[in-house]
């Protein structure tokens, strides 16, 4: 069962990555060109998935926003891990003080509501892909940091590490090599999830206008422009739509696929 | 004059504004077509009514309630309401008598006499004289009122006040404008003499006019209510609601919903998506040229749009009959200077220019653009050629023209960054020259003198003239235009006036869109003429049985 959860997860992103790698190959039109001739025609033969209020192809621009969504889902989430694992282990290996300061600037972090952090720090820098990508990861890697103490807080305590530290191994080491490869399974399905989280969340930024910027397309940037035409251009807003759908049950899948092993894997061994 | 209009604007086109979307106030003469739709009116045995509530929709907010300051057409469209001034357009576009019930003007064209109305009361009891407008007078004139228009009355020699109702206005040198200027609406003195600063006044303006001041909630709603006392009579309808939403598709959907009575559609709401049944019985729509145009202004201080062949080039690498197509559906002309076909300063002689990127790239290269980086874009002396063009938020029309324009520029090596401003704060960046291009539109004035908008004098702050052009040969020819009454002799001056701006291109100008207001049918008494549909507003009413809100 968890095995078909982890395969169609995995198919769902594998085919995005190559819709993504060889966008300019599978698109039949360039996704910035503009046709007013052309506008909003229904999907036919010739766009199969219709056009937009400037006559772009829907197909093209779908197929190129499938590197924006990848993009962000890859960069804020390792972003967000960095930060996350950085900040976890120095709590949970250092304690004491540390451990407090750390965590007491997770709660901090944690109190404000995340979508107006994003707003805000959008409104502070330019919005350009990366941006939008940093400001994620930068406001989402708290649930990672808590994740990784705890784990750590609980490894650190083990046999081995404690033999290691007695052999005199340096801090860093005991963390680097014999703490996080132990502590990270937990924190890679939380990683994955978030990729699904990271996408949707540049959705909403690009569906208020506040994402990325015309002319790259992004699934949210149209859906924004689909839902003023919606009553005359309903496939602007169910193609992209679907695709963040699938995109995001596909992380999800993945992530959830590899929950469950490690779970029958706890259960059995 | 004011620079943008919101989706709707009712009232009377005398100043120039700064718009946001179309322009209905705007008179337009009696050339052009008016094209009604839907249910047709009838309504002639009918006996008009009072009551109910007209809610109109605006995506901008009023930036201030204070006459004198309004330069935006959501400002407009208020103040015109409460206030009045000394004189109005009536629907034929003949000035006639507001507060002013006539007046007399000199052989030499250097005097003019009013002779104001009596029993005239302001809003709160007080009567209206002579000396409120000596006072609006000397307000327009002081330095410190920082108003945009101020130019028109500085021209004032002498003004004198021969008794409670009569004023005798005496200009040094003949002034064209002079009448239609004291179209600007008056304020009262009494209340205003001792406020420094406008402010409270602003969220409680005091008027004449046939509306009175309720509320104001910001970021929400104006709410006006009828004026038992007003003197043209009270208006049928009680009371009057600007309901700001700052998105077009927003203002839309609540159309359909029914909550909003009147809004400015889009050309793609006009032309596809107002077209079924619900609301052929649910509204009328109207369509016809607005007084105003769509331009992208340059920063000429900025050393890189100071040069012409740059802004020629951009010119040429901008397909405006694409935009036309792609963003009004055709419901719009093509611009070619600061006036539209419909006014009679309008040259016709003046071709716009063709897309022609070639000729675009050739005078690039001219002025030192040609190299092109990895991105294929320009470069020079190591830097990118690259700017950011300005626009309002929720303006569907100008965000597709801005997509249209990067994406066209493009193709000549220039990266364009398209930036997208709530109003408000659009319009502080203007007034404090912060920016490289905005994508902008002018509301215009039924007289051609656009002294305000092109001479050199004018680039001061909150002044019209905020992309700093300066042309000596237009400055002169500005002067003589406003000395001068015929219109035959003025036409000559303006028209060259047309040439001239077209071949310096301070702005890119782009195109004239249709005004497409549509009206829920329950309003009856709209009387479409060649001044819009928004001039007989207070005659508006609403059958008993159909009024909506008690």
């Known amino acids: ?269 | 004059m004011s620079i943008f209009s919101p989706p709707k604007s009712l009232f009377r086109g005398i100043f120039l504004i700064l718009i946001f979307i179309f322009i209905f106030t705007f008179p337009f003469p009696s050339t052009s077509t008016f094209t009604f739709l839907y249910a047709q009116q009838n309504q002639k045995d009918e006996i008009a009514c009072y009551g109910d509530t007209i809610v109109a929709g605006s995506i901008g907010e009023p930036i201030t309630l204070v006459p004198i300051l309004a330069a935006d057409s959501a400002s407009q469209n208020i103040v015109g309401l409460i206030f009045n001034g000394l004189v109005k357009y009536d629907k034929d576009i003949n000035l006639i008598g507001d507060l002013a019930e006539r007046w007399k003007i000199s052989d030499d064209g250097l005097e003019i006499t009013f002779y104001l109305r009596k029993g005239v009361k302001w809003q709160d009891g007080a009567s209206f004289t002579a000396r409120d407008v000596l006072f609006t007078y000397e307000k327009l004139i002081d330095p410190q009122t920082k108003t945009p228009y101020s130019g028109d009355f500085k021209k004032v020699k002498d003004f004198k006040l021969i008794d409670d109702y009569t004023i005798k206005i005496t200009y040094e040198e003949p002034f064209a404008p002079a009448l239609v200027s004291w179209g600007m609406l008056i304020m009262p003195a009494h209340l205003l003499k001792n406020e420094e600063d406008f402010r409270k006044f602003s969220r409680r303006p005091v008027g004449t006019g046939p509306y009175k001041f309720v509320q104001w909630e910001t970021g929400g709603r104006v709410v006006l209510e009828a004026n038992p006392e007003y003197w043209e009579g009270r208006p049928y309808i009680d009371r009057y609601i600007s309901s700001v939403i700052p998105d077009q598709s927003t203002l839309f959907l609540e159309l359909r919903n029914r909550s909003l009575d009147y809004i400015g559609l889009t050309p793609l709401q006009y032309q596809r998506q107002t077209e079924t049944k619900f609301f052929k019985q649910n509204f009328r729509k109207y369509k016809y040229p607005s007084f105003g145009y769509t331009y992208i202004g340059w920063n000429l201080r900025n050393p890189r749009f100071k040069t012409k062949e740059i802004r020629e080039a951009i010119n040429y690498a901008i397909d405006k009959e694409e935009i036309i197509k792609g963003v009004l559906l055709g419901l719009g002309k093509l611009c070619t200077g600061p006036f539209v076909p419909n006014s009679w300063a309008y040259n016709s002689d003046v071709e716009a220019v063709s897309y022609n990127p070639q000729k675009a790239r050739e005078l690039l290269a001219e002025v030192g653009w040609e190299k092109k980086n990895k991105q294929g874009f320009l470069v020079k002396n190591g830097k990118q050629f690259e700017f950011t063009l300005l626009t309002n938020q929720g303006n569907e029309q100008r965000r597709k023209c801005a997509e249209i324009i990067q994406q066209r520029l493009k193709q000549v090596g220039i990266k364009v960054n398209i930036k997208i401003l709530e109003w408000g704060c659009f319009l502080d960046i203007i007034d404090k020259r912060q920016f490289e291009a905005v994508l902008l539109g002018w509301g215009l004035s039924r007289d051609p003198d656009c002294y305000d908008i092109f001479h050199s004098s004018k680039t001061g702050p909150k002044e019209f003239n905020f992309v700093s052009y300066k042309n000596e040969q237009v400055d002169e020819l500005l002067e003589k235009g406003r000395k001068i009454f015929p219109v035959e002799k003025r036409k000559a001056i303006y028209q060259k006036i047309h040439r001239l701006i077209h071949n310096d291109q301070p702005y890119t100008f782009l195109y004239v869109p249709d005004a497409l207001p549509i009206i829920d049918v329950r309003f009856q008494g709209i009387e479409p003429s060649i001044n819009g549909i928004s001039h007989n507003f207070i005659k508006w009413w609403v059958a008993e049985e159909r009024q909506r809100y008690k």
């Not at chain 1, 206008?209 to 002319?215: A, H, I, R, S």
């Open chain 1, 1 to 269: 069962m968890k095995n078909k959860l982890i395969l169609s997860g995995c198919v769902i992103i594998a085919v995005l990555i190559l819709l993504a790698i060889f966008a300019p190959l599978i698109s039949p039109y360039s996704p910035e060109k503009i046709d007013v001739e052309n506008i909003l025609s229904s999907p036919n033969r010739a766009h199969i998935l219709g056009t937009d209020s400037l006559g772009r192809d829907l197909f093209s621009r779908m197929v190129y926003g499938t590197r924006v969504s990848l993009q962000v889902g890859l960069v804020a989430v390792g972003v967000s891990l960095t930060i996350g694992l950085l900040f976890g282990s120095l709590a949970g290996y250092c304690g004491g003080r540390v451990d407090n300061l750390i965590m007491r600037f997770v709660d901090i972090m944690l109190c404000f509501p995340s979508f107006f952090l994003l707003l805000t720090m959008v409104a502070f820098l330019k919005a350009t892909i990366f941006n939008i990508m940093l400001i994620i990861g930068l406001t989402s890697w708290m649930g990672i940091a808590r994740l990784v103490r705890a784990e750590v807080l609980s490894i650190k305590e083990k046999d081995f590490v404690r033999y290691a530290s007695s052999m005199g191994l340096s801090n860093f080491k005991i963390v680097a090599k014999h703490i996080l490869p132990n502590a990270l399974p937990p924190v890679l399905v939380a990683a994955v999830l978030g990729m699904g989280g990271a996408i949707l969340t540049e959705s909403a930024l690009s569906f208020l206008g506040l994402g990325v910027q015309p002319p790259t397309p992004s699934w949210g940037n149209i859906l924004m422009e689909g839902k003023s035409v919606i009553d005359i251009g309903w496939w602007l807003t169910l193609f992209p739509g679907l695709a963040i759908l699938i995109t995001v049950l596909g992380y999800n899948l993945l992530g959830e696929g590899i929950r469950a092993t490690r779970c029958t894997l706890h259960a059995t061994g």
